[in-house]
């Protein structure tokens, strides 16, 4: 091989690997977001509407308590939110912010 080839075989190569692998997706930054609703005297609150929004965009993720008084938003994106839990009979809940990093949070 002259030296013209094993130049342009080094370049191509070292393309190649800046290029990396398009068949690889890239890592999701989303993650949970969950918790338990309880009543001033530690009972779960079953049926409870939870609502995630997104104070930069607005967006709205909604949910309802399970039997065991728990909520669960799956793929969140990092960012700031406020958690409104409301059911009737009961006070109005809301905490704000939720400064959610992309790790799975409990509140």
């Known amino acids: 091989m002259n030296a013209h080839k094993r130049v342009l075989a080094a370049l191509l190569g070292t393309l190649l690997l800046m290029?990396?692998?398009?068949?690889?997706?890239?890592q999701s930054v989303s993650s949970s977001i969950q918790g338990r609703v309880v009543d001033a005297g530690g009972a779960v609150v079953p049926g409870a509407d939870a609502t995630l929004t997104n104070v930069h965009t607005g967006v709205r993720f909604k949910t309802q308590t399970n039997g065991t008084g728990n909520y669960f938003f799956p793929s969140v994106l990092p960012g700031v939110y406020t958690l409104e839990i409301a059911k009737p009979?009961?006070?109005n809940?809301?905490?704000f912010p939720v400064q959610h990093r992309?790790?799975?949070a409990r509140y």
């Open 19 to 26: 290029m990396g692998n398009p068949g690889v997706k890239g």
């Open 89 to 91: 009979g009961f006070a």
């Open 93 to 95: 809940y809301q905490v």
């Open 102 to 104: 992309g790790r799975p």
